[in-house]
């Protein structure tokens, strides 16, 4: 089954074309508009394709209580102590933001789009005329969203972290069956921030290939290594959290990129884009005047007509004028049929 390239807004996702790289703002607007609209203009200036909102509202994703399995108790976790009610309250775009910002994005060159999490939200980004939706990691089993968001009729993105196999399959299946005919898979691991070790990019091709879609990374490490790496193995897409400065907070800079580091994200993934080129084995245009100086066979000391080549008189030297050095035994012993100065590159029609 092959891939086929997916259309969000102005830009085209696919294999031939460079890698489609999303800024997720997150909740690193700080519950502020003006510094939202400011991560849009950070966002544009930093070569992003597009800006990725979250469009909840923490009575949506959960209950509040704060108390036992709804207060986040890992001691690694950058967000220990929190309840989710809390955590997703501070991370909330508020929804009268979407349009200003959708707009910003649109005067910029860029696309805006958002992550659903339930049906009133896929109503109101569809009033938006979002051209994509998101599916997070989090909410890949949930089938009902992911058919929901497939009726659309829009390019549908689905995060595959914590997912086994068969749960990937089960979400492709449903978007598919609900008239997703745009879909792309991003590899994730689910961790904030991961850790390289876990990022299993490998798994980006055994994806395009077993479910014939296009494949990206929603990228959770520190820094651009991990994204550049999945480019190279074949990433259509990156998506990174983006926010204006980590010494401002934020409840996802931790592992967020400021504008020069995704500056950065945007040169080395098209670099590595640009590098995967087509499997060739004939020497590059560039490649030319180089080959002019590789090894050949080239007289070393002055001969006399009627003289054997040997060893000592012959040897395999740069530039590249005479014969490869693969025939320096055939021509062992053979004469040549002029006087020869030291310097003189051996062709055959130098020898008797």
């Known amino acids: 089954m092959s891939e086929s390239e997916i259309k969000i807004g102005a830009f085209t996702i696919g294999s031939t074309h460079p ?35 979250q469009t909840y509202t923490a009575d949506s994703m959960t209950l509040d209580i704060d108390t036992g399995e709804f207060v986040i108790s890992d001691l690694n976790s950058i967000w220990h102590g929190e309840s989710l009610y809390q955590l997703y309250q501070k991370a909330a775009t508020p929804w009268e933001w979407h349009r200003p910002i959708f707009d910003r994005c649109r005067e910029l060159g860029m696309v805006a789009f958002s992550t659903a999490f339930d049906d009133r939200s896929v109503d109101f980004l569809e009033e938006l005329k979002t051209p994509a939706y998101k599916i997070a990691s989090f909410e890949n089993i949930d089938l009902p969203l992911i058919a929901r968001v497939a009726q659309t009729g829009k390019p549908v993105i689905i995060s595959t972290g914590m997912a086994s196999e068969d749960e990937i399959s089960e979400a492709v299946t449903t978007a598919r069956e609900n008239g997703c005919r745009q879909l792309i898979l991003l590899k994730c691991t689910s961790a904030y921030p991961a850790s390289p070790i876990e990022a299993n990019l490998r798994t980006i091709p055994h994806l395009r290939d077993k479910f014939g879609v296009q494949v990206g990374l929603s990228d959770h490490t520190l820094g651009v290594g991990t994204a550049v790496a999945a480019v190279a193995v074949g990433a ?3 998506e990174k959290h983006f926010t204006l400065s980590r010494s401002e907070g934020g409840v996802d800079a931790a592992f967020s990129l400021e504008p020069g580091e995704f500056r950065s994200l945007v040169v ?8 995967l080129g087509t499997i060739s084995h004939t020497r590059s245009e560039s490649e030319e005047e180089s080959a002019r100086f590789r ?58």
Request: proline letters at 5%.
């Open 295 to 352: 090894r050949s066979l080239y007289v070393v000391e002055d001969m006399k007509a009627g003289e054997a080549l040997n060893e000592k008189n012959m040897r395999a030297i740069r530039p590249g004028s005479g014969l490869p050095p693969k025939f320096h035994k055939k021509i062992i012993g053979k004469k040549v049929n002029k006087d020869v100065k030291r310097g003189t590159p051996i062709t055959w029609d130098l020898m008797e």
């Open 19 to 53: 890698p489609f790289l999303v800024a997720e703002m997150s909740g690193n607007h700080n519950q502020s508009l003006e510094r939202a609209l400011a991560i849009v203009e950070a966002a544009a200036l930093s070569g992003a394709h597009a800006v990725k909102l």
């Open 268 to 275: 080395e993934c098209n670099i590595a884009w640009q590098s």
């Open 236 to 238: 259509s897409m990156v």
